[in-house]
């Protein structure tokens, strides 16, 4: 695959969530069954090993880093020979430099396309030290650069910081996820005063997708001023209702060719907003977000239970609550009947 064309194109891609049974085993039947229904969604990409797929899975007592790269890998690898779609592959990269290339290794040994390097490992360092970790990184694997917003480990990074990561040669896109706008400027002006036009721009802003999908963002670059556009979404809030995610990115892709936007989109991108606010938790600073996640899929029957690995991620109090709420509001957002007609499929 030639995942710079790839992801220039403009996906949908999942953040791949991790399906524990009531008893808070490892279930491969529905992490399978998960897969599969992304892919039958039309999702354009999978992201594996990420927050969403919650990082105690490296923890050496769950041992679950291998097995579910493994899993997602060869389950993508079988659906893209029974449709001939092609389907990016991109692993989540954690640690410092010698976890991270070990990680790496591992992902490229199963066939991944690309690395999301996570820079939670390095609070207080010098971005000159970041810069040469995800450097290295990229001599293994093609990387996805990752902004994270602080709320969830991040850290705010400098546009210097951007500009210098969007002229390493292996750089395929990056995961602008600051929840801030102004931190989301400061990457796409980056990319732009580097003259790296063949880098592809993903939202990872769950609290502003469509607004994100709709902005033509315009800077100055060498005396001419530069128009680009955030392409895709690399999305935890994508690990739900993913056949509408995909109809509504093909929807926005067909809006933006226009002359004009209709203002009927400003009321849709509140009501994504509003769906998100439920998922993610925002009421009580995301530390449901997780845990909303699961208990969407297992109303949907795709997963046995919404149980995480680390005890403390539950859905917190009036979450559930919040989760009916936005359906029933905004139904539209939600892909139920999707999911009911093909579940038994995937869950084989």
Request: proline share 4%.
């Amino acid at each position: 695959m030639d995942i710079r064309r790839h992801l220039l194109a403009g996906h949908v891609i999942p953040a791949h969530p991790l399906a524990l049974d009531a008893q808070g085993r490892f279930s491969e039947r529905h992490q399978w069954a998960l897969t599969r229904y992304y892919l039958d969604a039309g999702a354009g990409g999978l992201a594996v090993g990420v927050h969403s797929t919650q990082f105690e899975i490296r923890e050496p007592k769950h041992a679950l880093f291998k097995p579910v790269l493994s899993l997602a890998a060869a389950t993508a690898t079988e659906e893209q020979r029974r449709t001939g779609r092609e389907v990016a592959l991109i692993a989540g990269i954690c640690g410092r430099t010698p976890q991270a290339l070990a990680e790496a290794e591992l992902a490229r040994s199963f066939g991944y396309h690309a690395a999301m390097v996570s820079m939670t490992a390095f609070k207080t360092d010098p971005e000159e030290t970041i810069l040469a970790h995800v450097t290295e990184v990229a001599g293994l694997l093609p990387v996805v650069g990752f902004y994270m917003q602080p709320a969830v480990g991040g850290r705010v990074f400098s546009v210097s910081f951007w500009r210098r990561l969007a002229t390493i040669p292996s750089v395929v896109a990056i995961k602008i996820a600051p929840f801030n706008r102004y931190q989301t400027l400061d990457v796409v002006r980056a990319v732009i005063e580097a003259g790296r036009d063949d880098i592809a721009l993903y939202t990872g802003n769950d609290d502003t997708i469509v607004t994100d999908l709709l902005t033509p963002f315009t800077f100055e670059a060498q005396e001419r001023r530069v128009t680009r556009r955030i392409v895709g979404g690399l999305l935890g809030h994508w690990g739900v209702w993913t056949r509408s995610a995909v109809s509504l990115l093909d929807e926005i892709k067909a809006a933006t060719r226009e002359p004009q936007l209709e203002a009927a989109w400003l009321t849709r991108a509140a009501a994504v907003t509003d769906m998100n606010a439920a998922v993610f938790d925002t009421a009580h600073g995301f530390s449901g977000c997780i845990a909303g996640i699961l208990e969407v899929l297992r109303r949907q029957g795709l997963v046995e239970s919404a149980r995480c690995l680390n005890s403390r991620e539950v859905l917190s109090p009036g979450q559930a609550d919040e989760l009916t709420r936005v359906c029933r509001a905004h139904p539209e957002l939600t892909d139920d009947e999707f999911v009911a007609t093909h579940r038994d499929r995937w869950l084989r």
